[in-house]
Structures are given as C-alpha cells and as structure tokens.
C-alpha cells in the first residue's frame, strides 16, 4: 500500500540551528501538509502546498518556516533558526483529490528536540 | 476559527465494552474525519463522513454526524485491548481557489481498553 515516508524519525539540534524536515508524498497525490504536534497537545496545521505555492498557511508558519519541492517527489519543512518552542512531532500529509473527499495519508513524523 | 474539540479528553474502558467519543465543530464542513493515533506514531485514517450524511459504518466503527448540533461521534464496539491509542476528530473545508482542502484537529480523545 502507498505510504508518505518521512526522514529522519528523530532529529536533535542546538537552538539557533536551520533543520531540514523531509516527506515524499504518495506519487500521484495533488496536496501536501505539514502539522505539528506539541508532546500531549492537539495537532496543529501549519501550511498547505498545491501547485508547487503555498495556498495557506496559519500564524504558526511565520517568516522561519518555508516549504519546498525542488523536484517533484520530495516536499521539505526548512525552519530557518530552531527556537525551543520548535520541538514537536512534525507530519507531512497528502492527498489525492481534494473534492472527491478523500482521505489524508499522513507520514510517521520527524520528532524535533530542539536542545 | 473552526476547531473541532473532542469528549471526553481520556477515556478507560474494560475490554468487550463500547467506546464513545465526541467531536464538536464551530463552523461548516465539508466532511469530517476521524484518526488513531498510537503513542508517538503518526495519525491514520479510519473513516470519513461527509456533511449530507447521517452515519456510517466501518467493521466496528459507527460514526455519527449532525450538522444542526455541529457534533460528530465515533462508537466503536467490543472494544479490544489493541483498540487502545488517541482517536482525533478533523473538520475539512474548503480552500479558496480550488486550493484544496483544510484539515483542523481538535485536542482528541486517549483512549484506554483494559484487558
């Protein structure tokens, strides 16, 4: 069965340091996610991905986060200077067809420490 | 905002009984979803709903939706010790500009079936 992967599982870095969070979205699917998840809180949204722009994105996402797909297949969360409020579960999302109603396949996260 | 808030937050149950769980939502939907989640793993889809359905069945799910209430609850019976995880309820809606959709997710429910 197709599934999101996403790398690495768990990534620890010093406060101030840029992180690179990395998702290959199933191969035919149209929009891309990434949340996060705070240990113990809810999931949160951070941006959505379609047609290689952001078509929105919540207060979380300010000028430290960017996304990208540089080439077609893999889909990354850079944050620029990590914070110790970064540390989280992050999940990369994708969906085929948005108005059929479908489901989101999400990846297994990347788990942050930010240190 | 719309965001949808499940009950109870934390749920114990013996093994064999019924497990419900409730989501409620502020604003109009196009569908809602309901995931699982295992201890630091990622979310998994378990059924969607769509906002001109009533109910639905999946093996041991049932879940319910009424637009009037905003409100959607997820049943699943005999329960098993397996069954055990966070259950999230997720309002989607549409994106402006056929920009997809938007999944919101409320706090869940942590789920635990004894054996």
């Known amino acids: 069965e197709p599934e999101v992967t996403q790398t690495p599982s768990h990534q620890v870095t010093q406060m101030g340091q840029e992180v690179i969070l990395r998702c290959v979205p199933i191969?035919?699917?149209?929009?891309f996610y990434w949340y996060r998840q705070i240990l113990g809180q809810k999931v949160e949204f951070l941006v959505s991905?379609?047609?290689?722009?952001?078509?929105?994105k919540s207060e979380i996402f300010d000028d430290q986060f960017s996304v990208e797909r540089p080439d077609g297949s893999n889909f990354t969360l850079k944050i620029r200077s990590t914070k110790l409020e970064d540390s989280a579960m992050y999940f990369c999302?994708?969906?085929?067809?948005?108005?059929?109603?479908?489901?989101?396949?999400f990846g297994q996260g990347t788990r942050l420490t930010v240190v | 905002s719309q965001q949808g808030e499940e009950d109870p937050q934390a749920l114990s149950i013996q093994e064999g009984e019924n497990a419900t769980m409730n989501c409620s939502y502020k604003?109009?939907?196009?569908?809602l979803q309901w995931y699982r989640q295992n201890s630091g793993r990622g979310l998994v889809h378990l059924i969607l709903?769509?906002?001109?359905?009533r109910e639905k069945h999946s093996g041991r799910l049932r879940v319910t939706l009424d637009t009037s209430k905003k409100s959607s609850s997820l049943l699943i019976t005999a329960s098993r010790a397996a069954d055990t995880a966070s259950y999230f309820c997720?309002?989607?809606?549409?994106?402006?500009?056929?920009?997809?959709?938007?999944?919101?997710f409320g706090g869940g429910t942590r789920l635990m079936v004894k054996p």
């Open positions: 999302a994708s969906i085929l067809r948005e108005r059929m109603n479908t489901e989101a396949f």
């Open positions: 191969s035919n699917h149209l929009y």
């Open positions: 991905f379609y047609n290689n722009e952001i078509s929105e």
């Open positions: 604003t109009s939907i196009n569908n």
């Open positions: 709903i769509r906002s001109n359905e």
């Open positions: 997720a309002t989607v809606r549409s994106l402006n500009n056929n920009a997809g959709n938007m999944l919101t």
